[in-house]
């Protein structure tokens, strides 16, 4: 058997963490078992589907590097083989026309639930002669499709959770299409999925209870049923339904953000599966490497954010300042920061040594330029800053204009960070009195990299300048 697996969104929104998740279990049970990852985009609800959801889902999933081997298709274009099935499940007496008024249906509901009974649609329709059915689409009655729902438990098995049983009673006869050519969720996928191929249905536990609705379609037109597995649920922080706050931003905002597509990928896989030993740091070639199925586990998991953060700050560091640069240079979500680079004097060369010194404190691509901004703009600073202990202004002072004295004599070629420790050092034995009013003078923060490899970049005129501007300050 050639595995065929699926993501099928709805384009009622942006692809969320969530979302990805299930893209990429797909995706890695796909290139696991050498089979085919199709994308498959559910939009038929006319009304709440939007193209740039669509364009939202399609890049995200290519960010993220899940790239499909089939589609993407699209149900709306899909039509002519939803009226065929909708055609023969009527014909054989699976499915019927429903005539009944959304009033009517809420009267019925409410005379259920007072009778203590589980409201489920009363098959007035069920027996509906040919005659009156002719005469009521003669007269534009409106009208719905429901499907026959036997009486019965069925019992499905999930390769996660085994077997999971349904009492069909409580579900009834439930509307499968608006009309011929408008199918609903529960009709148009699983005839998408049996006409695709799909061996095996992997999505979140959420649609365990769609399952049956599903399968009652598949026996109906007698198809065999695929594999289900239903990976557990994904919980924001406090344990609760996702929110905004709690991890339902789209991927792209993660992106937008600095985060790294392997940092996301890396974070999702561990909800749910964890590869062997205690290792938290792998990656997707890895992960289809050691990928089972059966080792999902089922209990719900909580997003948990410092992870993500602790995560991506990993893969930040061990980026090549190249790529990290040219990710700045050409996404254009990066606009802002590519515009700061821009304007300032710098060569390639030290654009690298800057991103390094930046990575040392970042969490995200964004935050390694607010770092080391100092780089890129005139600043100022409260001149109790550049204190040391209980030195006053004045012996500050005096350690700067010491410190600028011995630079003066520096030649441009040894102006670099190892020369230039020699000289500093043995300026006196306390070397925070050196070393900090040097590094507020060339960053103007309390907290930043060493000022040694600071000057290196910023070159021998460019230090002299700012020590200038701490000294005056003093006076």
């Given at each position: ?131 009156i ?59 998408d ?10 999505r979140?536990a ?7 609705k ?6 109906a ?44 990928n ?54 090549p ?25 710098y ?38 800053l ?5 030195y ?35 300026l ?21 990299p ?26």
């Amino acid at each position: 058997m050639v595995v065929r697996v699926r993501f099928a969104p709805s384009p009622t929104g942006n692809l969320h963490l969530g979302g990805a998740r299930t893209a990429l279990f797909n995706f890695i049970f796909a290139k696991k078992n050498k089979g085919n990852f199709i994308l498959r985009i559910e939009d038929t609800d006319r009304e709440r589907s939007k193209k740039e959801f669509v364009d939202n889902i399609i890049e995200s999933l290519k960010w993220l590097n899940i790239f499909w081997d089939e589609g993407p298709f699209f149900q709306s274009e899909r039509t002519s083989i939803y009226l065929k099935v909708i055609e023969e499940l009527v014909s054989k007496g699976h499915a019927y026309r429903c005539f009944c008024t959304k009033e009517e249906l809420e009267q019925k509901r409410l005379n259920q639930i007072t009778q203590g009974i589980a409201p489920r649609y009363d098959r007035t329709c069920l027996n509906l002669s040919s005659e009156i059915i002719k005469q009521k689409l003669s007269q534009g009655i409106p009208y719905v499709i429901r499907i026959k729902v036997p009486d019965q438990v069925l019992i499905f098995k999930d390769l996660l959770r085994g077997e999971i049983k349904f009492d069909l009673t409580l579900i009834g006869d439930f509307v499968i299409a608006k009309s011929e050519t408008e199918p609903l969720f529960h009709l148009s996928t699983p005839i998408d999925d049996y006409y695709q191929g799909i061996t095996h249905i992997i999505r979140g536990a959420e649609h365990i209870s769609n399952t049956p609705k599903q399968i009652i379609v598949y026996r109906a037109m007698n198809w065999p049923l695929p594999f289900y597995a239903h990976i557990p649920l994904l919980l924001g922080e406090t344990g609760g339904k996702l929110s905004k706050r709690h991890g339902a931003k789209s991927v792209l905002e993660y992106k937008k953000e600095g985060f790294l597509p392997e940092a996301i990928n890396n974070f999702l896989i561990l909800l749910g599966w964890h590869p062997k030993g205690d290792r938290e740091i792998i990656s997707l070639e890895e992960v289809i490497k050691q990928f089972e199925l059966k080792d999902v586990e089922v209990r719900p998991c909580v997003l948990n954010f410092k992870k993500l953060i602790w995560l991506n700050r990993v893969y930040l560091r061990n980026k090549p300042n190249e790529e990290i640069l040219k990710t700045v240079l050409e996404d254009e979500d990066f606009f802002d920061l590519k515009e700061f680079i821009k304007h300032f004097d710098y060569s390639q060369g030290e654009i690298l040594k800057i991103i390094e010194l930046g990575k040392e404190r970042a969490t995200t691509l964004k935050e390694i330029f607010q770092s080391v901004n100092f780089f890129f703009q005139d600043f100022n600073y409260e001149k109790e800053l550049l204190k040391w202990k209980n030195y006053s202004f004045e012996q500050i002072k005096e350690s700067l204009q010491k410190v600028l004295t011995n630079l003066i004599l520096v030649p441009e070629e040894k102006f670099n960070s190892s020369y230039l420790k020699q000289i500093l050092d043995s300026l006196s034995e306390d070397k925070g009195y050196v070393y900090w009013p040097l590094r507020v003078a060339l960053t103007g923060l309390q907290a930043s990299p060493p000022p040694l490899e600071i000057m290196e970049i910023l070159g021998k005129q460019k230090t002299l300048k700012l020590i200038e501007k701490a000294i005056n300050l003093l006076s």
